[in-house]
């Protein structure tokens, strides 16, 4: 493994140090290059891009363990149906762990047959696996939207260059254009994590 990459996968491990120093390295680059509005657009943006994609990577690894898991309880249903030994339960805290283990429990104190009750969870956790996707679908135009409205300022800024203006000098190296900027910067994040925490959908797992 080479040493970038060890270091992309310790930061990975540990976000909130990983966005600590995207944001102090974009605001020290940005103020080395342009001025301290540039550093703090910088950060700030820097920021917001890692913090969008550790989360996603988060959401993706996550769904990939449910669904493995969910054939792993397949599987341990068939199995048991088949008449090989109940296995132990683990200790993770979730809900489908949760469930899995009361199961077991169930099973031994009353005879219940353990591997239908194992496949009425799969059945059960599957279906609210699809009613959350469906959810996520409805969600997905909002944050498109939001998305649209954050890159807007960019566009503005392309806008100007195209009409003959400097936009980033006004922005970076005067009184008005720092305010401006710094505002600006302030209310996109604060409108990307509204509609990010509007469109949140609950995974309903415990994940």
């Given at each position: 493994m080479s040493p970038l990459l060890g270091l992309v996968t310790v930061l990975m491990a540990r976000p909130r140090r990983a966005l600590l120093l995207v944001g102090v390295a974009g605001a020290a680059a940005g103020a080395a290059t342009a001025g301290p509005v540039a550093g703090v657009l910088l950060a700030c943006y820097g920021v917001l891009g890692t913090r969008a994609a550790l989360r996603g990577r988060a959401v993706r690894h996550a769904a990939r363990d449910h669904r493995r898991r969910l054939d792993q309880l397949c599987g341990l249903a068939a199995d048991l149906r088949a008449g090989l030994p109940v296995p132990e339960p683990d200790d993770r805290p979730d809900r489908l762990a949760?469930?899995?283990?009361?199961?077991?429990?169930?099973?031994?104190?009353?005879?219940?047959?353990?591997?239908?009750?194992?496949?009425?969870?799969?059945?059960?956790?599957?279906?609210?696996?699809?009613?959350?996707?469906?959810?996520?679908?409805?969600?997905?135009?909002?944050?498109?939207t939001a998305l649209l409205l954050a890159?807007?300022?960019?566009?503005?800024?392309?806008?100007?260059?195209?009409?003959?203006?400097?936009?980033?000098?006004?922005?970076?190296?005067?009184?008005?254009?720092?305010?401006?900027?710094?505002?600006?910067?302030?209310?996109?994040?604060?409108?990307?994590?509204?509609?990010?925490?509007?469109?949140?959908?609950?995974?309903g797992h415990g994940r």
């Open positions: 949760q469930l899995t283990r009361a199961a077991v429990r169930l099973a031994d104190r009353t005879g219940a047959p353990l591997a239908e009750l194992l496949e009425r969870i799969e059945a059960d956790a599957r279906a609210v696996d699809r009613g959350l996707a469906a959810a996520t679908a409805q969600a997905a135009g909002a944050r498109a890159a807007l300022p960019a566009g503005g800024i392309g806008l100007g260059y195209g009409i003959g203006a400097d936009p980033l000098t006004v922005l970076l190296h005067t009184p008005v254009g720092a305010v401006s900027a710094v505002t600006a910067a302030a209310l996109q994040t604060g409108g990307l994590l509204w509609a990010e925490r509007l469109g949140r959908v609950s995974d």
